[in-house]
């Protein structure tokens, strides 16, 4: 079992920077593969990117790529999303998820952090 805190969200102008930060609990961490997915108002909860457990590979989202950099740090149990360029329609709630591999399918990954929202005015 693991447990999930996401932090770093906020409120930032078009072409702005978030770095958002997920802390898991447990001796766990390095036994899954980990990812971040977002949820706008009205929307499904989509996909943005993932790592898998050493952190060797990455997969992103199309709307993403070039701009968000997915990271973790095995030793301090924590995922990192440094965003870059954000877009207005880069605003949503912002959860991560760890789950058994590198996958983009959001019925696969099985512990869920609360969520932290990434709000981008233009």
């Known amino acids: 079992q693991v447990q999930l805190v996401e932090s770093g969200g906020g409120l930032v102008q078009a072409g702005g920077s978030l770095r958002l930060s997920c802390a898991a609990s447990?001796?766990?961490?390095?036994?899954?593969?980990m990812g971040w997915f977002r949820q706008a108002p009205g929307k499904e909860r989509e996909f943005v990117v993932a790592?898998?457990?050493?952190?060797?590979?990455?997969v992103y989202a199309d709307s993403v790529k070039g701009r968000f950099t997915i990271s973790r740090d095995n030793a301090k149990n924590t995922m990192y999303l440094q965003m870059n360029s954000l877009k207005p329609e880069d605003t949503a709630v912002y959860y991560c998820?760890?789950?058994?591999?590198?996958?983009?399918?959001?019925?696969?990954?099985?512990?869920w952090g609360q969520g932290t929202q990434v709000t981008v005015s233009s």
């Open positions: 998820a760890a789950g058994p591999v590198l996958v983009e399918t959001r019925g696969l990954y099985r512990h």
């Open positions: 447990g001796r766990t961490f390095t036994t899954y593969a």
């Open positions: 790592i898998s457990r050493i952190g060797g590979n990455t």
